[in-house]
């Protein structure tokens, strides 16, 4: 026990070391990173002033002017006090800043001074005092918008700093609650492995329950419920070997961005160490790694223990973390000798069934004995030159009916069978399904054949108990030698 658990630790420091977590199959419940700040609405600018500031400047003085022009006396109103350009200098400035304020000033000035009204310069005044009173309304202007405009940036500098506090609250707040979740999903899943060990040994016997069947085909999708009631993986497959290659036989999890191989030609790495030499890899290891290369985290060769022969391979190529222990991938090996040696005997008993004489009912004839009965019996006839003739009987209705009826119809036909047929006639399950039927009549032409054609059906007829009576059969001869 000391063993396996110093092993356990050093598989999961060696997974540290080669980088496992940030393999791209291992899955993991590490959230992505907090994604960027909300986007705050950034306005248009022209030349680090906004459009719309530039706007309200000229649609106002388009208008001032035509007032101005048409309905005033055209003197830049610089006789009423207080002038009405006040009003889109301190607007502009409240609610843009200084830059737009002084924009509105200057537009103010020029209109102002180019308007037509800057009274002349009278006999009592100097020069000095002429100037001053020519541009006293800009400088009041220009100081307004200053002080008034930096009192509106200072604002807009501690909304700034406010908004960027609350976007960055909200980013804490947003790591708090993922890590929060991830928290709860680690908790949720420790407590789904504490109650997926308790269901062990329930899960193992319903898969293994689900084995215990000796068509390969079925054998071979319940190897699907098999690795999931052991590994629990998200992706996984099922590779059978064929010429010189393994082949995908069944896969899950598989999406249509995957790019895993489906056919492991004899030359590739993979080939080699699993067939070849029948080991099984892990991620964790940095060789195995290189020979994965991206193809999965686990990869074993389905052995069977009985005969020792290689019958496949099976691959995990995504499974979380954590399952990625020394005990999961022992398990893993069992797996894959488990399903090696149950689909090898399927396997087997499948190639007996090609050359069994009877059907899985033991009422038949099976198909494969079928083939080969009427060729020879049909070349005897020809040489022999006696009549070889066919009835061929099939249940019509056989998908209609419930199960319990289907099973039973075969029985009621074998009864009738042996009341009518002679020791020669020979009776086969057509293709081994349970709905088509053949009867080969040696030495009986085909007006003797329709006479046993009827005497089967009235049997038959007498054999369909209240269950048979929907059953729907149709019969017809076939002449398959008559003498020259």
């Known amino acids: 026990m000391l063993g396996a658990d110093a092993l356990k630790q050093n598989d999961g420091k060696r997974a540290m070391k080669n980088g496992i977590s940030q393999h791209p199959y291992i899955s993991s419940d590490r959230q992505p990173p907090v994604g960027q700040m909300e986007r705050v609405y950034q306005p248009?600018?022209?030349?680090?002033?906004?459009?719309?500031a530039l706007l309200e400047i000229v649609l106002f003085f388009v208008l001032a002017v035509f007032l101005d022009q048409f309905v005033y006396s055209a003197d830049a109103y610089w006789s009423i006090t207080p002038h009405p350009f006040w009003l889109i200098v301190l607007l502009v400035t409240v609610q843009y800043g200084t830059a737009e304020g002084v924009i509105a000033v200057l537009v103010a000035t020029i209109v102002l001074l180019a308007g037509g009204g800057v009274p002349e310069q009278t006999l009592n005044q100097n020069l000095h005092d002429y100037l001053f009173g020519i541009v006293r309304?800009?400088?009041?202007?220009?100081?307004?918008?200053?002080?008034l405009g930096e009192l509106r940036m200072r604002h807009l500098r501690e909304r700034d700093q406010l908004r960027k506090q609350l976007e960055e609250a909200?980013?804490?707040?947003?790591?708090?609650?993922?890590?929060?979740q991830r928290q709860q999903q680690i908790k949720m899943d420790l407590e789904v492995r504490v109650a997926g060990q308790m269901r062990t040994v329930l899960s193992m016997h319903q898969a293994v329950k689900s084995l215990e069947q000796l068509d390969s085909g079925k054998v071979l999708f319940s190897i699907m419920d098999m690795v999931r009631a052991v590994m629990n993986p998200q992706k996984f497959s099922v590779f059978m070997l064929g010429q010189d290659a393994l082949e995908a036989a069944v896969h899950a999890g598989w999406t249509g961005t995957d790019k895993y191989l489906r056919i492991v030609g004899a030359e590739h790495p993979l080939f080699q160490e699993v067939v070849a030499r029948r080991r099984t890899l892990r991620v964790s290891s940095e060789n195995d790694e290189r020979i994965l290369d991206q193809q999965g985290v686990l990869a074993g060769p389905l052995t069977n223990a009985e005969t020792g022969e290689v019958i496949g391979m099976l691959k995990v190529e995504e499974l979380d973390f954590i399952e990625l222990g020394w005990t999961n991938i022992k398990n893993f090996e069992v797996v894959c000798e488990w399903i090696g040696t149950v689909y090898g005997n399927a396997r087997r008993f499948h190639a007996a069934k090609q050359n069994s004489v009877v059907n899985d009912s033991g009422l038949f004839l099976s198909s494969s004995y079928y083939i080969r009965q009427t060729a020879f019996l049909t070349s005897l006839a020809r040489r022999h030159n006696f009549s070889l003739a066919q009835i061929d009987i099939a249940l019509e209705n056989y998908d209609e009916l419930p199960k319990k009826v289907r099973s039973q119809a075969p029985i009621a036909l074998s009864k009738a069978v042996e009341q009518v047929l002679r020791s020669t006639d020979l009776a086969f399950d057509r293709r081994n399904n349970g709905r088509e039927f053949t009867i080969i009549l040696p030495a009986t032409p085909t007006r003797n054949?329709?006479?046993?054609?009827?005497?089967?059906?009235?049997?038959?007829q007498g054999e369909l108990n209240d269950s048979l009576q929907e059953a729907l059969w149709a019969v017809r001869v076939e002449d398959l030698h008559t003498p020259a």
Not at 137 to 147: C, E, H, I, K, Y
Not at 170 to 180: C, F, G, S, T
Not at 450 to 458: K, M, N
């Open 44 to 52: 248009a600018t022209a030349w680090g002033v906004r459009r719309s």
């Open 137 to 147: 309304r800009p400088l009041m202007w220009l100081v307004a918008a200053m002080l």
């Open 170 to 180: 909200r980013a804490n707040e947003k790591v708090i609650a993922d890590a929060y």
């Open 449 to 460: 054949a329709r006479i046993v054609e009827e005497r089967l059906l009235t049997a038959l």
